[in-house]
């Protein structure tokens, strides 16, 4: 088994029994996963906490992956984003990247390269975050005169 | 308007309708060609008979109208001459019977010397004789003893008597010669007792006139008496003194003689006379003319027909061809179109299947590596051997799906073509290259008839390679070892054409029309996915080319991709 990954991530596809065995497979190797099976969820859950990934399948019935994309990124522009693309077209997926997902894989998932991604985003977020609270700070003790 | 197209549609035979589906109900091409040829025939040849009877009648008519007037001016020419004749014989004969002569010429010989010298001049008269008031024939001269005869009771007698001069119907009398006579009545001055002087003249006389007065030796010109007597021999009806038979009346008639020839018949009466000029003509004078003109008619009329039959024929022929061409156009486009539009539509359902299997391999995918997740983490058990086994054959046929349902969303797809200048003769090349190995290990012999200066078209290259491996691959696969894979190019028409022909078994002809079609496949399951040639039409279709193929059981197979230089689509981006 992998080594263990400590992070948050929301997955976000219609298909309930997908959902649930990958949230238990990614669960098995450490991470912390919440699952939502609608998009108008997902995009509640993300407003409430932050993720250090949110996996979106596209084809979704009612509000689709692109949709949700969308609304998860005009609340939380730093939410990192990896798309699942079912379908395979290079359209849907390039409209997904130009709306501000990190990146995309194609269904069915490969858990190795699924791990590999979020690690990725979860390393860049903290990198995000550190830069981010560092810049707080400068910016803390560039207003307030000590 | 409407009704009347209701109605023109509805008297138009089917074979003439513009049909969409020719395939169900075929038009019947010897009715078109028929009704068509009748049509043609019909409008082509009824004026020129129209015209070609107008004319004839016409003509006729013309002819006719002309010998009628011709052979009335004869007629009365004829009679003219006729009057003319008897007139100056009976004026001799007045001349003669001058009013006080009476006495002289019933004394002596006087007569005899008369009638000599009469003779001298006109040797046509027969006789001559001097008749009393009272009939009684006082002097004659002639070849019979008449002298003393009494004709006081005689029809003629009175008639003289009455009105001076008469005319005799030609008779035979005593003589039994045809003759006439010509008597003239006088008074005498002193006596003042009426006189006669009458005078027989040859019939031959008139026989001869008539005869030099007859101009056309064909014609028939005789003179008859008022009840119907011939008076002069006639060619046709009989010899002279014979009743005619033929029912002729004044003026100009028309018949048919007993030998069905036509006859113009004309009679004028001779003024102070008891006869009657009879004309009669067997034919036009304008025979000739009309024969001619008959002949020429119907010459020119057979050559009109002959020529029209001649020349509707081939063009109903070669209309009723353009027809059947364009029909079998249609159809074979419509079949075409049936046929690209099936696999258009087998294509997105593929790819919707594609997409929906997506999902559930997704979920097994999923469960396995959550199942080997677990096995992973519980200690040996038994069986888990053979469970990692069977979780890895899930994995694998997962994996083997998800190839299948890649290449179905790939078919679908239309990714943009990447336009450059392509020279198809290298992108084959390069092909074989890569297919050197498995057609050196299957034995396979490559020819390439390459034509050199072939143009560099406009498409994508590496959508090229990928028609001509998966053809090549086909035609490699269908060949047992030491087969001939040949590919060929040329420039048909502006457009590049490549076959690529291998002498392989052949694709049965009940399988032909399927082999575009995706998921098709004859070769084992497992081994082919039955995309290879969707793919392939999918993409030549996309560069703006067309493939077709041709096979013989036995014989081998060819593809013909046919590639546009220069791309449409591409000219309107």
Redesign the interface.
Known sequence: MDKNLHAKVLLVDDEEDFIKTLSQRLEMRGLKVSAATRGEEAVGLAEKQTFDAIVIDLAMPGMDGLETLKRIKENNPDAEIIMLSGQGTVKATTEAMKLGAEDFLEKPVDMKDLLEKINELKTKRILVLQKKSMEEIEQILKTKAW | MKPLSAFIHKIVPYAFKDVDNFELHPRSYSQVRLLLFFIMIAISIGPVLTTAGLGYYNYKELLQKEERGQLESRLVGSSRSIAALIDSLKSIVIFVASKNRYVELTTDNNLELLFDRIKRQYEFFADIGVIDQDGIQQSYWGPYDLKGADYSKEEWFKEVIARGVYISRVYSGYRLVPHFAIAVANQNPVTKKHWVLRATIDAVTLQRFVNTIKTNASDDLFLVDDEGYLQTTSENFGQNLSQLVEDIKPGIQQGISAGGENLFYGMDKIKDTPWSVVLVEKRYIHHEEWTTFRSKLLVIVVACLVLNLLIVYGLVTMLTNLIRKADELQVSMLQEAEHTDKLASIGRLAAGVG?EI??P???????T??AE??M??SPDFEHKETISGCLKVIDQS?DRC?AIT?RL??FA?R?NVQYENVQVNEVIKEVMQFLENSMLHSRIRLELKLQEDLPPILSDHLQLQQIFLNITNNAIDSMSKEGLVTIMTHLVAGEVRVVIQDNGSGIPTDILPHIFEPFFTTKETGKGTGLGLSITYGLVKKLGGDITVRSHVGQGTAFTITLPIKSEDHDQN
């Open positions: 997409h997506n999902n391999l997704a979920i097994i995918n999923q469960k590596g959550l997740d677990l992973l983490l997962v998800k890649h969303l790939g797809r990714s």
